[in-house]
């Protein structure tokens, strides 16, 4: 009984760290400035996992190392700031 409440107690522990980890997290604002036609179909694919469709389109992400490297791999279509 015992080793099941410390079990549930280290879960409810790691479930709010996570929690604050992910509000302190920096957000990433991405604007797509230039089209993606007659561009690589890898920078294609990027723009689209990004959820940019038309120029001008704003999203915002999480600053994870996957999606800076997708913002760099298509520096030259998007402009970015941190939000």
């Not at 015992?2 to 604007?31: G, S, T």
């Not at 694919?45 to 600053?63: C, D, S, Y």
């Amino acid at each position: 009984m015992l080793k099941k409440l410390q079990r549930k107690e280290v879960f409810l522990w790691i479930k709010f760290l996570k929690d604050k980890v992910r509000d302190i997290m920096a957000k990433i604002k991405v604007k797509q400035i230039k089209s993606g036609i007659k561009r690589a179909k890898n920078q294609k694919r990027t723009l689209e996992a990004l959820g940019l469709r038309k120029i001008g389109q704003v999203v915002e992400h999480e600053a994870t190392p996957s999606i800076l490297g997708m913002v760099s791999t298509v520096k030259h279509l998007v402009s970015s700031e941190e939000a």
